[in-house]
């Protein structure tokens, strides 16, 4: 029986003692290299146990339909440090493009043909936490019909201007970043 795959978490640690400003998309090809594309070309199969396993048979349905990209923030030195939120500046994009190998298309007889196209995910919601490592607060915001929206507790606020809600407050404080396939 065949599970199809409707999100991928990819947690993206920060370079250590690198504070310098960086991007979801440089973020994303560090981690994962290849793997992206590898596991984005891979039907997901659930195994005795339920533990996954990869087949080798591209689909339009192993590709996720909702990317999540978690940045890890807190950050500890080593075993004895405290743990410390690291607020270095990750921009995100209102579209990503993540590249699948072989996804080009169907060749003769049906099979996949080997030309590797851009997925493109939207960005559709962003959580975040404001505070330090050890206390804080989360909240989130989201698009809707009504256009991106701020769900603080029981206050709910219209964002006037994403982009530069994107470039300042995500950047900073942003930890779980939610893209949903076009």
């Not at 923030?73 to 990503?96: C, G, I, N, T, Y």
Request: a positive charge; hydrophobic letters at 40%; proline letters at 5%.
């Amino acid at each position: 029986r065949e599970h199809r795959t409707t999100e991928y978490t990819v947690v993206l640690t920060l370079p250590p003692d690198d504070d310098s400003p960086t991007t979801l998309p440089a973020l994303l090809a560090r981690r994962l290299r290849d793997e992206v594309v590898d596991i984005l070309n891979h039907r997901v199969g659930v195994g005795a146990f339920g533990r996954a396993r990869l087949r080798r048979q591209w689909s339009w349905e192993a590709v996720p339909l909702y990317l999540c990209l978690f940045v890890q923030r807190a950050h500890r030195a080593d075993q004895d440090s405290p743990v410390v939120k690291r607020f270095v500046r990750v921009s995100a994009p209102l579209e990503l493009d993540v590249p699948v190998r072989g996804a080009g298309g169907a060749a003769a007889g049906g099979a996949p043909a080997r030309a590797d196209v851009a997925v493109r995910y939207r960005l559709t919601g962003v959580v975040v936490h404001s505070g330090d490592a050890t206390r804080g607060h989360y909240y989130s915001v989201v698009r809707t019909s009504l256009g991106w929206m701020c769900f603080n507790d029981v206050v709910v606020t219209a964002v006037a201007n994403v982009e530069s809600w994107l470039r300042h407050t995500a950047a900073e404080n942003g930890e779980l970043f939610l893209y949903r396939r076009q």
